[in-house]
């Protein structure tokens, strides 16, 4: 067999190339669709099947106890109000403390324990009247459940806890320093993204199984690059009348240069490569708009025409990438 | 889910004579080393292409207009079909370049905007307009050779008959037109093997179709949602939901009694189980769609299908909660239920999961 095709995963595009041959036949091809795991087996199925209701009916459940507490029952006193948001948090608890935590019930009964403190610190605010802000209530419920969080080794319970972080980052500016759309709100969201995703893919290059996967650096990098991507073009589009745009903008540049650097160069990912391409034709755009002051009605024509050849280059370095990547391998 | 299977493995695993093993791959080195090809081209680039030449075809529209060198009905349709034909044989460059595919689309999305305000101001009617589109989408769809092209036509021709329907007095054909397109999502998916074989001279057929029958099912199912928001009552959805609920059976026989020989009555009694749970979701067919959508993805081991259908369940259960005439108390308790129930199905595919590991 030919080197250069030898590691090639036999994905279904495969199946697809070699129906294209004039000898192949439908038994010939069932048969690799079959070899190449293409057809679960039973034990697949009820795995899957198995997994999925399971995670719908914690998630219904979940939904159910969070509309419950929307409901406004009045008749219902404190302490017993109290009490079902704690209970809530012990049964899941109490079944994650007696498991294997590498089973996936373990895990999802960890995630309603995160779900649930949310709940209690919401239940407590709102009989207590604290007085707290959004922001505390975000700020604590993604400080309690650290330790759960770590322990559990789930990704989904990973990106709640990066959810509530940047959400607290938020309110912080929004409610603490009353500045909602400013430089430092979304340097301090990049600088967040981009730590979770260091660690991400510094864990992943050190070939940590546990960081295989790519939809939570995918969703790190797309969170980080959109940050600075956004507050460069308030920057040029308010003609930098904050510095700290200008600073947003040379950030945002430096990440779209690193992405495309280590995607290309030491981890294969081209989704964020064609993110950081998208978003270097957003900010292009928008200066060629700047430019003309968004008087013009050329502005139509020459944006359209910007947009077509920026696609097309992005199109034609995305190729070249992926095939500088296979030869690699 | 993953293949972590390379062509090696397979080629090995499949015990090949010598002369084919060679032959296949001769033939899948040759296919593979034309990089330039659309075939070979990952998906992110074809995302890349479509968003981009929606916004240029927007923006070169808007010059068209401002500039008034569209003013007159006839000239919208006149360039408008010039760009749409320039825009197909632009797409046979696909073949071994498919760089300019996103001019060719935005020449083809600019003409389809074109021809359609054209034929709209000259008609003074939407169906008219519908009627022009299935004819154009038609053409595109058989003669461009790119699969953004097709892909967008699979989408748009069903839209184009819910224009119709809507602007007639048999606006309840509407659950005949997703019914279709839920039929055929799944009779191409099961039969992708065989379709593949068959169409192995016409390659850009297969991948736009099933991928755009399956979206523009998901979508097309958003007016199940609110009928409020739209112009014309659609009220008996459960004949949507039956149908999708026979695509459904339909593929689960072919994959559990044809593929692995589940027994009649196992399979008869998971039918009836899921019928059961689904039984109050009659009114909200995007439900049952979109597990028959996540059923299909699991069954394919197709993660994209497996991923849409996931989030348009979440975007119909949340719909169905949410249009519920119902208190939030009442809601919660249902939902309660659901979750504990749902958990007691669970308890039970653990128990069959440890048989089926002793046997």
């Known amino acids: 067999m030919p080197d250069s095709i030898k590691n090639e995963k036999f994905t279904r595009k495969i199946i697809y190339l070699l129906a294209q041959m004039e000898t192949m036949s439908v038994d010939v091809l069932s048969g690799f669709y079959s070899k190449a795991g293409f057809k679960p087996n039973l034990k697949s199925w009820i795995s899957f099947l198995s997994k999925f209701v399971l995670s719908l009916g914690i998630l219904f459940i979940v939904s159910g106890v969070i509309f419950f507490f929307a409901y406004n029952w009045r008749e219902l006193h404190k302490f017993a109000k109290l009490s079902i948001a704690g209970s809530l948090i012990l049964i899941p608890a109490i079944i994650a403390l007696f498991s294997d935590l590498k089973k996936f019930y373990a895990k999802l009964s960890l995630l309603a324990v995160a779900i649930f403190t949310g709940s209690l610190l919401a239940v407590f605010g709102q009989i207590y009247q604290t007085g707290a802000n959004a922001y505390d209530l975000f700020l604590n419920w993604a400080i309690l459940i650290t330790g759960i969080v770590v322990i559990s080794n789930f990704k989904p319970l990973w990106f709640l806890w990066l959810v509530l972080i940047n959400i607290s980052t938020v309110l912080f500016y929004g409610q603490i320093m009353w500045i909602w759309i400013d430089p430092y709100v979304f340097i301090s969201l990049f600088a967040v993204d981009t730590v979770a995703l260091l660690i991400y893919e510094y864990s992943g290059f050190k070939k940590n199984p546990q960081f295989e996967s790519r939809w939570l650096p995918r969703i790190l990098g797309f969170a980080a690059m959109s940050s600075m991507t956004v507050a460069g073009i308030i920057g040029i589009v308010t003609d930098f009348e904050e510095p700290g745009y200008l600073f947003c903008l040379i950030l945002a540049f430096i990440s779209y240069a690193g992405v495309i650097y280590f995607y290309s160069r030491k981890v294969y990912d081209l989704s964020l490569i064609a993110v950081s391409f998208l978003c270097i034709i957003a900010v292009i755009f928008t200066i060629i708009l700047k430019t003309s002051d968004f008087t013009s009605a050329s502005i139509f024509f020459n944006g359209g025409l910007v947009i077509v050849v920026l696609t097309i280059a992005s199109a034609a370095l995305l190729i070249k990438i992926n095939n500088a990547w296979k030869t690699q391998i | 889910m993953k293949t972590t299977k390379t062509i090696k493995n397979v080629f090995d695993e499949s015990g090949l004579s010598e002369n084919d093993y060679r032959s296949y791959s001769g033939f899948l080195q040759s296919k593979l080393s034309s990089t330039g090809s659309e075939t070979n081209a990952p998906w992110f680039i074809k995302i890349i292409t479509i968003i981009g030449a929606w916004f240029g075809s927007l923006l070169f529209s808007g ?297």
């Open chain 2, 63 to 359: 010059s068209l207009f401002i500039a008034r060198i569209v003013q007159s009905e006839e000239s919208m349709i006149t360039l408008g079909a010039i760009f749409i034909i320039t825009g197909i044989i632009l797409s046979y460059t696909n073949k071994k370049n498919h760089l300019l595919d996103s001019v060719s689309l935005s020449l083809s999305i600019l003409g389809q905007i074109l021809l359609g305000f054209g034929i709209g101001t000259k008609a003074g009617g939407i169906k008219q307009v519908c009627y022009a589109g299935i004819a154009v989408q038609s053409i595109i769809y058989l003669g461009a050779q790119s699969y953004t092209q097709k892909f967008i036509s699979v989408m748009l021709i069903p839209a184009c008959f819910l224009g119709i329907i809507w602007n007639s007095t048999f606006f309840e054909a509407t659950h005949f037109l997703i019914g279709a397109l839920s039929i055929a999502s799944v009779l191409i998916w099961t039969g992708e093997i065989t379709l593949q074989i068959r169409l192995k001279k016409h390659p850009y057929f297969f991948v736009p179709t099933a991928y755009g029958l399956v979206l523009g099912l998901l979508l097309i199912l958003l007016i199940s949602i609110n009928n409020k928001f739209f112009m014309v009552n659609i009220y008996h959805w459960y004949i949507t939901s039956l149908i999708s609920f026979f695509s459904l059976t339909f593929l689960l026989y072919k994959s559990l009694c044809q593929n692995l020989g589940l027994r009649r009555t196992t399979f008869w009694l998971t039918v009836i189980v899921i019928a059961v749970i689904l039984s109050p979701t009659a009114q909200t067919p995007g439900v049952i769609t979109s597990l028959m959508v996540i059923v299909l993805g699991f069954a394919k081991s197709n993660r994209v299908l497996l991923t849409l259908g996931i989030l348009f369940l979440a975007i119909y259960l949340i719909s169905f909660y949410y249009s519920l005439q119902q208190t939030l108390l009442i809601k919660s308790i249902i939902l309660m239920s659901t979750g504990a129930l749902l958990i007691g199905i669970y308890s039970v595919l653990a128990m069959i999961k440890k048989k089926v590991a002793i046997t």
